[in-house]
């Protein structure tokens, strides 16, 4: 009998019951097909990891503009709809419940990597470090355009829409990918966010953006249908702040009136890269006290920590990323002691079925 019980216990989460409390964590792998338009090749990767009790799509496009890496999928065209429908019928077909992570990257892109004719956008005119691969290598990220109160409104607007077409599209909900220092991350850090409209300034301005985009998420597919990605003390893409601490209080605290289905809180960054004055700091516990609904964690679990988040009731359910690359069926192998799979870093984010959807079963007859 496995020692992990708990996380094979099924939960009730938002709209869901879930079969088991082991969620896939969104991850980018950069291998749509042309036009952002899923294929065959994902509904393969998805349907083989089905066994969870919730995928988390990766992070996909909410609008030409909101795009930042090379084969990313997006979620704002008829085509794309049709390719994630595949994707999310294998799912269901399997028993699993699914859902997408709905992205704006904001000043984490390049030209190169964008439709021609779209803006890199901001909330504020300053670029972010590091450099970003392009078609003609790595290259720094250019400086933004500063948002104007119209593309804010069209960005919510985008946003709406987005929810409505994954749906349209067979998911069971979204999240709001309000992490690693992206479009909704850049306007809650004081680094990122020089405004002096209401979409800057204070801490309770800086977060606004997160709460109107939650709450047309919610009006157009319904709040329990609806989760949000934060990262609380996380330095990924620059985004740092003066007061951390006063600002994931004030943005989950501003979360709690929506009823939404769940948070889902990273608690390690997955380069390591956290801030350092708040290193000591456990971000699921800091939003487990200030939450008051379903809570989501991730990052760098093993089955046994999990199993111990879930008995001291900080989390409701457990996320892995990198273990699912390389174990598709990991809930298998969490129920019957089998061991991991590492994955190769190096396949990560490169194109077709290597390092994607072939690595193997434990169990072979459990292949697909
Ligand atoms: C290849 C890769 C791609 C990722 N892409 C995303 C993403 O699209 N959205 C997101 O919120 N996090 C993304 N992450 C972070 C993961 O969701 C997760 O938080 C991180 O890997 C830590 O969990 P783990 O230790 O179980 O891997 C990515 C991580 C990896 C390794």
Redesign the pocket.
């Given at each position: 009998m496995s020692s992990h019980e708990r996380l094979l216990s099924p939960a009730s989460l938002g709209a869901w019951r879930l079969r088991n409390r082991i969620a896939m964590?969104?991850?980018?792998?950069s291998r749509a097909g042309a036009g952002g338009v899923p294929t065959s090749l994902n509904t393969r990767y998805y349907a083989q990891r089905a066994g969870a009790g919730l995928i988390i799509a990766?992070?996909a496009q909410i609008s030409p503009e909101a795009q930042g890496y090379l084969r990313t999928p997006g979620i704002h065209g008829a085509e794309q709809i049709r390719g994630w429908r595949a994707v999310t019928d294998a799912v269901h077909e399997r028993g699993g419940t699914i859902v997408l992570?709905l992205w704006h990257v904001g000043r984490c892109t390049h030209p190169e990597n964008r439709l021609p004719g779209t803006r890199g956008v901001a909330p504020s005119a300053i670029a972010a470090p590091g450099r970003i691969f392009t078609p003609s290598g790595l290259l720094p990220m250019p400086v933004p355009v500063a948002l104007d109160r119209a593309g804010i409104e069209a960005i919510v607007a985008d946003y709406g829409r987005a929810a409505a077409n994954a749906l349209d599209a067979g998911f069971d909900g979204v999240e709001l990918?309000a992490?690693?220092g992206y479009l909704i991350d850049q306007f809650l850090h004081s680094s990122s966010n020089l405004r002096t409209d209401e979409y800057g300034g204070s801490i309770s301005n800086r977060c606004r953006l997160l709460r109107d985009v939650a709450a047309r998420l919610a009006e157009r597919v319904g709040a329990d249908r609806v989760g949000v990605?934060l990262s609380p003390f996380g330095a990924f893409n620059g985004a740092v702040d003066d007061d951390p601490e006063h600002l994931f209080a004030t943005a989950i605290e501003g979360l709690n009136p929506l009823g939404i289905a769940y948070l889902h809180v990273?608690n390690?960054e997955?380069s390591g890269d956290r801030n350092a004055a708040h290193a000591s700091v456990d971000a699921v516990a800091f939003a487990r006290s200030r939450w008051r609904g379903s809570l989501i964690a991730?990052?760098?679990?093993t089955a046994d920590d999990a199993e111990e988040e879930l008995a001291s009731g900080q989390a409701d359910v457990v996320a892995?990323?990198?273990?699912f690359i390389a174990n598709p069926d990991l809930v298998e192998r969490i129920r019957s002691g089998r061991p991991w799979a590492e994955p190769q870093r190096a396949t990560?984010?490169t194109e077709g079925e290597a390092g994607y959807t072939d690595y193997p079963a434990a169990d072979p007859i459990a292949a697909i």
């Open positions: 964590a969104p991850m980018t792998r990766e992070a992570q990918h992490a690693n990605r990273i390690v997955v991730a990052g760098g679990y892995f990323g990198r273990p990560f984010y």
